[in-house]
């Protein structure tokens, strides 16, 4: 399942939500300025011990495509994870939204924009890999969560492979940001173009429950979030079935706590739902078209 959204649209707090409220902690980090920031990817290899593996941005200099290095181990940097201690993970995670400050010269070497004579700040990773012990993991799921238009359009590889892979794309914009001008690039350059993906192409609309400021009725919040599933609905030109509104950290907080009603308000569980049933059918499709080869 691939993630695309741009930055601070509730992207990785919603992959928290989803796989990971059962650890008791945040496992991605997410909130201002704990944002994911180099594509991640995240499996379970029962051969490799708990880790997050990072590539430095700097590969980004060599003539080498992503893949290449995938396949290898000398380049990256490893830090060991422990599963049984959860209050660990969090500050492990943090180093997937860690920066550096380069010159915009040495930014432009690595594909990146800036400023010329400007000092430019950077993402410290190139791609990151966690490999952890998870039980949808373990049965084969793969989450791929991708950090905005900026990270696609310098690393091309994601999009002609690791997206054009995926099973499903959740595609993420928020309640407080509306529809930007990069939300609809991302959109029109990478998501919608993709083929094969029909009933597995999901859109979010994240942070509902800053509808729910205490003056409003709950009649009232939820004719406004109809109101904007269907503006987003048409702006995208999709059904609006195909539209998710939810609070991805309200869910979390209210599955971390037993909270039933809280979950109910926050919707998650009607991605949830949409998910499984539309993984199942294109893996039913898959091997339908596998036997029809045969």
């Known amino acids: 399942i691939a993630f695309v959204a741009e930055v601070s649209r509730g992207k990785s707090e919603l992959i928290n939500a989803l796989f990971f409220a059962d650890i008791g902690t945040r496992l991605l980090p ?3 300025g704990h944002a994911t920031l180099c594509p991640t990817e995240i499996l379970h290899d029962p051969s490799r011990p708990p880790s997050i593996r990072l590539l430095p941005i700097e590969t980004r200099e060599t003539p080498r495509a992503l893949r290449e290095f995938i396949a290898e181990a000398d380049e990256w940097k490893s830090i060991a994870l422990d599963p049984a201690r959860p209050e660990s993970l969090a500050d492990a995670f943090d180093v997937l939204s860690e920066t550096q400050t380069v010159s915009a010269a040495h930014a432009h070497n690595l594909g990146l924009s800036g400023e ?6 950077i993402p410290r990773w190139r791609y990151a890999i966690v490999n952890f012990p998870h039980p949808l993991l373990a049965m084969g799921l793969t989450i791929l969560d991708t950090p905005g238009l900026h990270a696609l359009r310098t690393e091309p590889e994601l999009t002609m492979h690791r997206l054009q892979d995926a099973d499903a794309v959740v595609f993420m914009l928020s309640i407080d940001a509306g529809i930007t001008q990069a939300d609809l690039d991302l959109w029109r350059e990478h998501v919608e173009p993709m083929e094969g993906l029909g009933h597995t192409r999901y859109v979010v609309l994240n942070k509902i429950d800053e509808l729910r400021d205490g003056a409003r009725a709950e009649t009232q919040v939820l004719s406004e979030i109809d109101r904007q599933v269907r503006d987003v609905a048409e702006t995208l030109g999709i059904d609006p079935t195909q539209v998710f509104p939810l609070s991805a950290r309200q869910g979390l907080a209210a599955r ?12 998650l569980y009607r991605l949830e739902q949409a998910l499984a049933s539309g993984l199942v059918r294109a893996r039913q499709a898959d091997h339908a078209r596998s036997v029809r080869a045969e």
Request: cysteine-free; glycine content about 24%; aromatic content about 4%.
């Open 30 to 32: 997410a909130g201002v």
């Open 116 to 121: 010329p004579g400007a000092r430019v700040e």
């Open 256 to 267: 971390s706590e037993g909270d039933g009603d809280g979950f109910a308000k926050s919707r």
